[in-house]
């Protein structure tokens, strides 16, 4: 059973950093393009991050460009997202996700794995 599972979640103040990860088991995605989708209450889902299989293109949403850095380590079969200069609008619950037909995407429908999510919270 393929599973994507996110952690590095939680509350953080205004400013401060976090760093996700999201692990996969049941499959490699080695060769498969990875993203970061966040969801806030009441919002449709939004694209936040994406890196290439290789990890030597990285694409950014415009609201993140800056703070956050998206990784990969294949070795490991994870993705990493880490997020500085965290802002109250940042929050949300994170989703990592995978793309099996597509080299890059900012589109949900274009990714064929998801994890379960992991909540962000950013206070003021």
């Known amino acids: 059973q393929v599973q994507l599972v996110e952690s590095g979640g939680g509350l953080v103040q205004a400013g401060g950093s976090l760093r996700l990860s999201c692990a996969a088991s049941?499959?490699?995605?080695?060769?498969?393009?990875l993203g970061w989708f966040r969801q806030a209450p009441g919002k449709e889902r939004e694209f936040v991050a994406s890196?290439?299989?290789?990890?030597?293109?990285?694409t950014y949403a415009d609201s993140v460009k800056g703070r956050f850095t998206i990784s990969r380590d294949n070795a490991k079969n994870t993705v990493y997202l880490q997020m500085n200069s965290l802002k109250p609008e940042d929050t949300a619950v994170y989703y990592c996700a995978a793309a099996l037909r597509f080299t890059t995407s900012k589109v949900t429908t274009n990714y064929d794995y998801w994890g379960q999510g992991t909540q962000v919270t950013v206070s003021s």
């Open positions: 890196i290439s299989w290789s990890g030597k293109t990285t």
């Open positions: 049941g499959r490699t995605f080695s060769n498969d393009h």
